[in-house]
């Protein structure tokens, strides 16, 4: 699945993709939500889950590296130097 395939599912189908196919990379807070940053095939997911409310909220997809740039301190590289 490419990012425009991605791009045309519901929210929720979004989420079930994520799930299935997707690799956690890390998560930040903000107020009351989780960000959970996810890579699936070539480009990046990150998954707003309102913590109140038990629900994901926004769903964003991306590519440019440099919207991780939040996430930097949390991502561990140490098998890729390896």
Same mark, same amino acid.
């Given at each position: ?5 991605? +791009? ?17 990379i890390?998560?930040? &807070? #903000? ?12 480009? &990046? ?5 309102? +913590? ?5 909220e ?12 939040? &996430?930097?301190?949390? #991502? ?7």
């Amino acid at each position: 699945m490419d990012l425009y395939e991605f +791009r045309q599912l519901h929210q929720e189908d979004q989420a079930q993709a994520v799930w299935q196919y997707g690799e956690h990379i890390a998560t930040k &807070y #903000i107020n009351l939500y989780a960000v959970l940053l996810w890579q699936l095939d070539g480009f &990046y997911v990150e998954m707003f889950y309102n +913590r109140i409310d038990d629900k994901i909220e926004k769903v964003r997809s991306f590519v440019s590296t440099k919207m991780l740039a939040p &996430y930097l301190d949390q #991502i561990d590289i140490t098998s890729v130097l390896k």
